[in-house]
């Protein structure tokens, strides 16, 4: 076994225990969070590798301690693409300081903000990773999607043998431009979800979606303009995607049912609401709408109340 350790320095405030608590009933082969520790498995230049990540530092002096570990020796071209992958699934260089600004006076994001000091929003490694994860989500609940998502990741078997077991990384779009119709479906894709993920994965290959161009345009709305001619990809999806995969932190997925009835809890309703309301609602927290979601969405889970 192959392994290198180095740390890597992280913009306070990071609370690295509560971004991470999200992944913590994951499948313990493709990417989980316990005793203090994250793992994943990635799959870099072709070459499948295991993270392990946990906080030296602390909330405000934030640093992690990153173990790569390979069945083989790494090249430096790998080790060295190691640290922005964890920049990106951590968000670890995004500034909390003019989010929390923006909403001090927001009378129900500001003392959740005080609870959830430091936390910040986790990121799919790629675009296209967000994406799929996306359209598998649409329309189904997320224990459902996740099993989904946890059987094509096993399925496609992109794995590192470690420690007596095999861990999963994502498939890549050639990777799943391999798959027929009928593997995808056998996953628990429904037939119409195969066709769209099988659909973007060769469009990709091909270079007739060009993913790396996107991420170069200046706004959200330019983004979503371009991913929505992309079929299978509509509002909601797209916003999703832009969230996760490239943390454009004003993107709010307002069609999103259960946004809905969070906000609407939050905000005096007690009930879902509708997606006009909610931008309504978020106007007020200006380019970070998609980020005081999530803090909604997180509050809600951990029974926060104000």
């Not at 392994?3 to 690295?16: E, L, M, V």
């Not at 072709?46 to 934030?62: F, N, Q, R």
């Not at 997925?253 to 009835?261: V, W």
Request: glycine share 4%; proline share 4%.
């Amino acid at each position: 076994m192959y392994q290198s350790t180095f740390n890597i320095k992280a913009k306070a405030p990071f609370d690295f225990d509560l971004s991470c608590r999200i992944f913590a009933s994951g499948d313990k082969t493709i990417k989980r969070y316990a005793n203090n520790r994250f793992w994943q498995a990635f799959t870099i230049k072709d070459k499948t590798i295991l993270l392990y990540i946990e906080s030296v530092g602390s909330v405000d002096d934030p640093e992690l301690k990153v173990s790569v570990e390979s069945e083989e020796e790494l090249s430096q071209d790998i080790l060295n693409s190691v640290p922005p992958t964890v920049y990106r699934i951590f968000n670890i260089g995004l500034d909390l300081h003019p989010f929390y600004e923006q909403v001090k006076s927001d009378p129900v994001l500001a003392p959740i903000i005080g609870r959830l000091y430091g936390l910040k929003n986790p990121s799919t490694p790629t675009l296209f990773e967000a994406l799929v994860d996306s359209i598998i989500e649409q329309q189904i609940s997320l224990k459902a999607a996740h099993s989904i998502e946890n059987r094509l990741i096993k399925y496609v078997n992109r794995s590192v043998h470690l420690y007596g077991q095999d861990y999963y990384s994502y498939p890549s779009p050639e990777d799943l431009a391999r798959l027929d119709l009928e593997e995808l479906r056998n996953c628990g894709l429904s037939s119409r979800k195969a066709e769209y993920i099988r659909d973007l994965s060769i469009k990709i290959i091909n270079k007739n979606v060009d993913l790396q161009s996107l991420q170069k345009m200046s706004t959200t709305s330019e983004m979503m303009e371009e991913l929505i001619k992309i079929r299978g990809i509509g509002v909601w999806t797209a916003e999703m995607a832009l969230l996760r995969g490239l943390c454009q932190l004003d993107a709010i997925p307002a069609d999103d049912i259960s946004l809905q009835r969070v906000i609407g809890n939050f905000y005096g309703a007690d009930e879902k609401i509708s997606s006009e309301k909610i931008r309504e609602i978020a106007s007020s927290w200006g380019k970070w709408k998609g980020l005081a979601s999530y803090y909604l969405i997180v509050a809600d889970l951990m029974n926060i109340s104000i």
